[in-house]
């Protein structure tokens, strides 16, 4: 059942119950690249960023080389754009932005060397355009690409403040690297709770985990969507005004070993900056927000992924080698839920054990590309086809 209203510039789409799709759909295996032993071009060791161009060959910038290697749609290596440096073609220290126009180019953002790298299809360094004006810092923030192939790179709105109180905006870029006017990312009054660190010199800060947060991306048709995370909403702020999907959630429980990993990773990251830190802020609650992550496909649909319940959704032998790479087995529970653009839930996607959300994964019509990581520890990225419930 689906409800839905008007109020303002503002058009609410709630599901009460049911969906497009009548069950749960899933995502099934169709090409895989990555080993355990073997050639170097095959062996991933720290995913950063990923793109795949409308051909389906697949970009992957692997940091711990490291290098941006292009694959076809079958997975076979087939070239490597550029090296580490700071001459032409070169990088310094990239981070998740990374696109490929519909003309073949690749788009690299390279804060190092405070630039985008420009290569062909064929790998050759063609250019470089100058990142704009508070954007030589280091995210893991994709490179947005719209339909008429400007691309959008994440800034800082103003780098003066404190960095408990950064705000973020987008700059697009033309095909020919020309910038735009910023556009601001969506905000909420609201903070999140937080903790943080500081010293004379060095100062960071992260949320508390499981609390509630504002979320925002960008949709291919040139407008942000985001969501508050109190509520399960989703706002697709568009040009004719705002689109408002809501629907139904149980609230999920924070199971205590959820809760003692996140307090064990963040206390031992900040002690590695600032020794004898303890816990400065709120405590971890006890339910998890209905939203998790937002993404948009390049054919609009938007994915939400959703609290689920925390399962150790790894084998015996993969908590294992988990527990000796970080101290205790990692709880994943990715689950997303899809709409159309129109605010319809068609249903929600069970994903695959080991399906990372970081980097983004790439989503188009009915495929799904993403890196993973195996019972063995190893690092791929493949692809997948949606496969939907049967009636």
């Given at each position: 059942m689906v409800v839905v209203d008007t109020i303002g510039d503002t058009v609410r789409v709630r599901t009460e119950r049911g969906s497009v799709w009548s069950g749960v759909a899933t995502l099934e295996l169709e090409m895989s690249v990555g080993v355990l032993e073997g050639e170097d071009a095959y062996m991933f060791g720290s995913i950063y960023s990923m793109a795949v161009d409308d051909s389906g060959a697949i970009y992957v910038m692997?940091?711990?080389?490291?290098?941006?290697?292009?694959?076809?749609?079958?997975?076979?290596?087939?070239?490597?754009?550029?090296?580490?440096?700071?001459?032409?073609?070169?990088?310094?220290?990239?981070?998740?932005?990374?696109?490929?126009?519909?003309?073949?180019?690749?788009v690299q953002r390279d804060p190092g060397n405070v630039r985008m790298n420009i290569y062909g299809p064929d790998g050759a360094a063609l250019t470089s355009w100058r990142l704009p004006s508070g954007g030589g810092f280091n995210t893991g923030r994709k490179l947005f690409r719209d339909a008429r192939d400007n691309t959008y790179t994440m800034v800082l709105a103003d780098r003066t403040a404190d960095?408990?109180?950064?705000?973020?905006?987008?700059?697009?870029?033309?095909?020919?690297?020309?910038?735009?006017?910023?556009?601001?990312?969506?905000?909420?009054?609201?903070?999140?709770?937080?903790?943080?660190?500081?010293?004379?010199?060095?100062?960071?800060?992260?949320?508390?985990?499981?609390s509630p947060t504002s979320l925002w991306t960008f949709s291919p048709a040139g407008y942000f969507v985001g969501s508050l995370t109190t509520a399960y909403r989703v706002d697709l702020f568009r040009h004719d005004g705002v689109l408002r999907i809501e629907k139904n959630f149980t609230p999920v429980s924070v199971l205590s070993e959820e809760r003692e990993e996140q307090e064990r990773r963040i206390t031992e990251n900040f002690r590695s900056q600032f020794p004898g830190w303890r816990w400065n802020g709120p405590p971890i609650p006890d339910?998890?927000?209905?939203?998790?992550?937002?993404?948009?496909?390049?054919?609009?649909?938007?994915?939400?992924?959703?609290?689920?319940?925390g399962v150790a959704r790894v084998s015996e032998e993969a908590a294992a080698v988990e527990e000796?790479?970080?101290?205790?087995?990692?709880?994943?529970?990715?689950e997303p839920v899809v709409f159309e653009p129109d605010g319809r839930y068609l249903g929600q996607v069970t994903t695959p054990v080991g399906f990372a959300t970081s980097p983004e994964p790439v989503f188009r019509g009915e495929q799904v590309w993403a890196v993973t990581r195996d019972d063995l520890d190893v690092l791929r990225v493949v692809r997948y086809r949606l496969r939907l419930p049967t009636s």
């Open positions: 692997d940091r711990q080389v490291p290098v941006l290697r292009k694959y076809d749609a079958a997975g076979h290596h087939l070239f490597d754009l550029g090296r580490q440096g700071g001459g032409p073609g070169e990088y310094k220290n990239p981070d998740g932005g990374l696109a490929v126009l519909s003309d073949g180019r690749v960095v408990t109180e950064w705000t973020y905006a987008l700059v697009p870029l033309t095909p020919e690297g020309q910038p735009g006017d910023t556009l601001f990312a969506p905000t909420w009054d609201f903070g999140r709770p937080q903790v943080s660190g500081r010293t004379e010199n060095n100062s960071s800060s992260t949320g508390v985990p499981f339910t998890k927000p209905p939203v998790r992550g937002l993404y948009v496909a390049d054919d609009e649909r938007i994915w939400v992924q959703i609290s689920q319940t000796e790479r970080t101290g205790s087995p990692q709880i994943r529970f990715q």
